[in-house]
C-alpha cells in the first residue's frame, strides 16, 4: 500500500464515520431542526465519497442539488410550520416503535445481503469512453425530462403550501375584523365607579 491508497482509505474511513455519525444524528435526536442540519452532513459526506471514486460532477451535484436545494428547503419547510404545542404522548407509540424497528432491521439486512453479494472488484480495465457529464446532460434533456421537471413542480408545491400553512393563523376571519375596525377607531369607555370615585374626590377636595 503507497501513501496515495493509504490516505484513500483513511479518508474513506472518516467520512464513513461521519456519515454514520450523522444518519443515526437525524433518527435520534428530538429535535427536528437539528436532524435537518445532521441531514445536510450525511449528503456533504456522501459528496466525499463521490470524490473517492472520481465521481467530480456527481459530488459537485450532490453539494448543489442536495445541500444547497433540498435541506435548505427542509429547514425552510420546518422553520415556517414548525409550531410550538404542548407534549401529548400517543396511545400507540409503543407499536409504532415496535413496527419502526422491525422495519429498520428489515431494510438494514437486505442492504448489508446486497452490498456482500455485489462483486465490487473491476473484472476488466475501465475503458476511458464519453464523459460523464455529457451523458447524464443528455439523459437528462431526452429520456428523464419529464420527472426532471415533475420533481421540481413538486418541490415548488411544498413550498407554497409550508408558506400557507404558516400564514393561515394570521388571516383574521370576518368578525374579527369588523372587531378590530371597532375598537381602532373608538376609544374604550372609563367604568362608572371609576368615574363616580373621582368626581366625589373632586368635591371632598
Do not use: C
Not at 465521481?55 to 428547503?73: E, P, S, T
Not at 375598537?183 to 363616580?196: D, G
Amino acid at each position: 500500500m503507497n501513501l496515495a491508497e493509504g490516505v484513500q482509505v483513511v479518508s474513506f474511513g472518516i467520512l464513513a464515520v461521519m456519515m454514520l455519525g450523522a444518519a443515526l444524528g437525524v433518527v435520534l435526536f428530538s429535535n427536528i431542526v437539528y436532524s435537518a442540519f445532521l441531514l445536510g452532513g450525511v449528503f456533504i459526506s456522501m459528496s466525499g465519497l463521490y470524490l473517492l471514486l472520481n465521481g467530480d460532477f456527481v459530488a459537485a451535484a450532490q453539494i448543489l442539488i442536495y445541500v444547497g436545494a433540498i435541506n435548505v428547503l427542509i429547514l425552510f419547510a420546518i422553520m415556517l410550520v414548525n409550531k410550538r404545542q404542548d407534549f401529548s404522548p400517543l396511545p400507540s407509540a409503543g407499536l409504532r416503535k415496535v413496527v419502526t424497528g422491525v422495519v429498520s432491521i428489515g431494510l438494514f439486512g437486505l442492504l448489508s445481503t446486497m452490498v456482500l453479494a455485489t462483486p465490487w472488484a473491476y473484472t476488466t480495465s475501465p475503458v476511458a469512453g464519453e464523459s460523464s457529464i455529457v451523458l447524464i446532460g443528455e439523459h437528462f434533456f431526452t429520456d428523464f425530462l419529464l420527472p426532471f421537471e415533475l420533481a421540481s413542480i413538486l418541490l415548488l408545491m411544498a413550498m407554497v403550501g409550508a408558506i400557507i400553512l404558516a400564514r393561515r393563523e394570521y388571516l383574521p376571519d370576518e368578525s374579527d375584523s369588523s372587531q378590530l375596525q371597532q375598537s381602532i377607531l373608538t376609544l374604550p369607555e372609563r367604568p362608572r365607579e371609576l368615574v363616580s370615585t373621582s368626581s366625589n374626590a373632586g368635591t371632598e377636595d
